[in-house]
Protein backbone atom coordinates (compact mmCIF):
# COMPACT_ATOMS: atom_id res chain seq x y z
CA UNK A 1 0.00 0.00 0.00
CA UNK A 2 1.09 3.50 -1.11
CA UNK A 3 0.80 5.01 2.39
CA UNK A 4 2.30 2.67 4.11
CA UNK A 5 5.50 2.89 2.02
CA UNK A 6 5.71 6.71 1.72
CA UNK A 7 4.31 7.38 5.11
CA UNK A 8 7.35 8.81 6.85
CA UNK A 9 7.59 10.91 3.48
CA UNK A 10 4.63 12.58 3.75
CA UNK A 11 4.23 15.96 4.72
CA UNK A 12 0.34 15.81 5.09
CA UNK A 13 -2.73 14.03 4.24
CA UNK A 14 -2.83 13.22 0.58
CA UNK A 15 -6.39 14.37 -1.02
CA UNK A 16 -7.82 11.28 -2.21
CA UNK A 17 -7.20 9.60 1.49
CA UNK A 18 -10.33 11.35 3.47
CA UNK A 19 -12.10 8.06 4.28
CA UNK A 20 -11.96 7.18 7.96
CA UNK A 21 -9.80 4.55 8.81
CA UNK A 22 -7.00 6.95 6.71
CA UNK A 23 -7.70 9.79 9.28
CA UNK A 24 -7.52 6.89 11.73
CA UNK A 25 -4.05 5.95 10.20
CA UNK A 26 -2.59 9.07 10.10
CA UNK A 27 -3.76 10.15 13.76
CA UNK A 28 -1.79 7.65 15.09
CA UNK A 29 1.22 8.51 12.88
CA UNK A 30 1.07 12.27 14.46
CA UNK A 31 0.80 10.47 18.26
CA UNK A 32 3.94 8.25 17.04
CA UNK A 33 5.92 11.37 16.35
CA UNK A 34 5.92 12.92 20.21
CA UNK A 35 8.36 13.77 21.74
CA UNK A 36 8.79 11.85 25.41
CA UNK A 37 6.71 14.51 27.62
CA UNK A 38 4.16 14.95 25.35
CA UNK A 39 3.67 11.02 24.50
CA UNK A 40 3.73 10.65 28.07
CA UNK A 41 1.02 13.79 28.91
CA UNK A 42 -1.38 12.27 25.99
CA UNK A 43 -0.96 8.66 27.33
CA UNK A 44 -2.21 9.64 30.90
CA UNK A 45 -5.16 11.12 29.27
CA UNK A 46 -5.95 8.38 27.04
CA UNK A 47 -5.86 6.30 30.08
CA UNK A 48 -7.90 8.89 31.80
CA UNK A 49 -10.91 8.79 29.26
CA UNK A 50 -10.66 5.05 29.20
CA UNK A 51 -10.72 5.15 32.55
CA UNK A 52 -14.15 7.16 32.50
CA UNK A 53 -15.75 5.28 29.83
CA UNK A 54 -15.02 2.32 31.98
CA UNK A 55 -16.97 3.85 35.05
CA UNK A 56 -19.58 5.31 32.68
CA UNK A 57 -20.40 1.54 31.39
CA UNK A 58 -20.56 0.10 34.42
CA UNK A 59 -22.85 2.23 36.10
CA UNK A 60 -24.92 1.86 33.06
CA UNK A 61 -24.97 -2.17 33.57
CA UNK A 62 -25.63 -1.57 37.28
CA UNK A 63 -28.06 0.31 36.92
CA UNK A 64 -30.29 -1.75 34.42
CA UNK A 65 -29.27 -4.65 36.73
CA UNK A 66 -30.90 -2.76 39.33
CA UNK A 67 -33.70 -1.71 37.40
CA UNK A 68 -34.10 -5.25 36.40
CA UNK A 69 -34.32 -6.45 40.14
CA UNK A 70 -36.68 -3.61 41.22
CA UNK A 71 -39.19 -4.80 38.76
CA UNK A 72 -38.87 -8.21 39.83
CA UNK A 73 -39.66 -7.04 43.41
CA UNK A 74 -42.58 -5.11 42.39
CA UNK A 75 -43.71 -7.49 40.70
CA UNK A 76 -43.61 -10.15 43.58
CA UNK A 77 -45.10 -7.97 46.35
CA UNK A 78 -48.08 -7.41 43.46
CA UNK A 79 -48.45 -11.03 44.06
CA UNK A 80 -47.14 -12.33 40.14
CA UNK A 81 -45.00 -15.36 41.70
CA UNK A 82 -44.30 -17.66 38.70
CA UNK A 83 -46.21 -20.28 38.28
CA UNK A 84 -43.29 -22.79 38.66
CA UNK A 85 -41.78 -20.77 41.93
CA UNK A 86 -38.50 -19.90 39.51
CA UNK A 87 -37.27 -23.82 39.05
CA UNK A 88 -37.68 -23.52 35.25
CA UNK A 89 -39.90 -24.71 32.75
CA UNK A 90 -38.81 -28.35 33.03
CA UNK A 91 -40.33 -28.82 36.09
CA UNK A 92 -43.48 -27.94 35.55
CA UNK A 93 -43.08 -29.92 32.35
CA UNK A 94 -42.39 -33.19 34.75
CA UNK A 95 -44.27 -32.71 37.11
CA UNK A 96 -47.19 -31.88 34.53
CA UNK A 97 -46.34 -35.73 33.06
CA UNK A 98 -46.80 -37.65 36.28
CA UNK A 99 -50.23 -36.02 37.33
CA UNK A 100 -51.61 -37.15 33.58
CA UNK A 101 -49.78 -40.51 33.70
CA UNK A 102 -51.50 -40.99 37.53
CA UNK A 103 -55.26 -39.73 35.79
Partial sequence: ???LKHVGNLDGRPDGLGQR???RFFEACEI???DG???LSYEREMITERDW???KECAREDGATEAKTQIA???LRMGH???DGGRGNRTLIKSDRKSSKGS
Avoid: G, H
Wanted: net charge positive; charged share 35%; with cysteine.
Fill in 21 to 23: VFE
Fill in 53 to 55: RAI
Fill in 37 to 39: DKK
Fill in 73 to 75: RNL
Fill in 81 to 83: ASP
Fill in 32 to 34: ARF
Fill in 1 to 3: CYV
